[in-house]
C-alpha cells in the first residue's frame, strides 16, 4: 500500500470512529478532550461534532490551520504527561470523550506514549465515557469496543470506560 492510500485510510479510520461514537457521547453529558491539536482537523471536525460542547485541546506547540486554534481558555499547551496532570484539578473524571492522537510515525516512541497515555486519561474520563485513539491504550475499567463498519480491526482503537 503506498503512503498516501495508507494516510487516506487513516484519515477514513479517524472520521469514522468519531463519527460512530457521536451519538453515544451526546446521550452523556461531559467535556470533549482532543489531545494531539497537530494541524487542527480532527478537532474541527470535533467542534462540527459538538457544537455546543467544550473542547479542551491538549498540544505540545501549537502549529495548526489559523482556523483551528483553541481559545486560550480550552488549551493545555506543554507536553500532555504533565498537562493532563494538572487538567485533574477541573477535569478529573468529566469527559464524556477523549481523542488521543499523539502518535508519530516511530513505533518505539508510541509504545513509550502508551505506558503512561492510559492511566493519565483515565482520570480525566467519566464513567461511561468513551476513548478514541490511535494506539492502543491499557486501562482495566476501560472495555474495548469494535470498530465502525469499513474501519479495519487495529487502525484506530475505541473504548469505553466501565
Ligand atoms: C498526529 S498529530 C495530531 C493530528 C491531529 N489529530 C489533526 O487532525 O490534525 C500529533 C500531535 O501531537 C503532539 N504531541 C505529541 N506528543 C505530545 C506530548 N507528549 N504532549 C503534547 N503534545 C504532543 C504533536 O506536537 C502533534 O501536533
Redesign the pocket.
Known amino acids: 500500500m503506498s503512503r498516501l492510500d495508507s494516510f487516506i485510510r487513516r484519515m477514513q479510520a479517524q472520521r469514522d470512529c468519531l463519527n460512530h461514537v457521536a451519538p453515544l457521547v451526546r446521550a452523556m453529558p461531559g467535556p470533549i478532550l482532543e489531545v494531539?491539536?497537530?494541524?487542527?482537523?480532527?478537532y474541527d471536525h470535533l467542534r462540527e461534532l459538538f457544537p455546543d460542547r467544550a473542547i479542551h485541546v491538549?498540544?505540545?506547540?501549537v502549529?495548526a490551520h489559523p482556523d483551528c486554534v483553541p481559545p486560550d481558555r480550552f488549551l493545555f499547551l506543554g507536553?500532555?504527561?504533565e498537562t493532563t496532570a494538572k487538567a485533574c484539578d477541573r477535569l478529573a473524571g468529566a469527559a464524556a470523550l477523549i481523542h488521543s492522537?499523539?502518535?508519530t510515525g516511530d513505533h518505539a516512541a508510541n509504545t513509550e506514549?502508551g505506558r503512561w497515555l492510559g492511566p493519565a486519561l483515565d482520570r480525566l474520563l467519566a464513567p461511561g465515557g468513551y476513548v478514541v485513539a490511535n494506539q492502543p491504550l491499557d486501562v482495566a475499567r476501560w472495555v474495548r469496543l469494535p470498530e465502525p463498519d469499513g474501519v479495519p480491526r487495529d487502525r484506530y482503537f475505541l473504548y469505553r470506560a466501565g
Open positions: 494531539g491539536l497537530g494541524n487542527g482537523r480532527t491538549f498540544e505540545r506547540e502549529r507536553d500532555a504527561r492522537d499523539l502518535g506514549i
